[in-house]
């Protein structure tokens, strides 16, 4: 599995998917980039973090992968739920945004979801 990590927190985001799946091959970068990657085939997923969980951790995405493949699976306020997750998995969503306060919690739900599939 490659995911490219980026907004806020890169470094935060990258050791928590470090952390539930050792394995994984991690690309800190930018929107702009991770985008790219996600078209280009070079990554499998990309993982945004911004205070709301969905502006800024995952916007330029939705304009330049597009809005199907998107989703926010952590808003501000909430805790994120593996059936919700599970679901936007089953859709066939490959960029995923969450709150930065909740990248400890939401980051393994996600792996689980993604290791499933």
Known sequence: MRIAVGGLNKNEMEAAIKKAAPD???TVTNDMTGAQLIK?????????????GGGAAISILIGLV????????????CTPKLDEIKKFVGEGK??????VDTIDQTVPLLIEALSAK
């Open 40 to 52: 280009q085939g070079k990554v499998d997923y990309y993982f945004g973090a911004c205070n709301s």
């Open 66 to 77: 597009g809005y199907p493949k998107c989703c926010t699976v952590c808003k501000n306020g």
């Open 24 to 26: 994984v091959e991690v």
């Open 94 to 99: 490959v960029v995923f945004g969450m709150t």
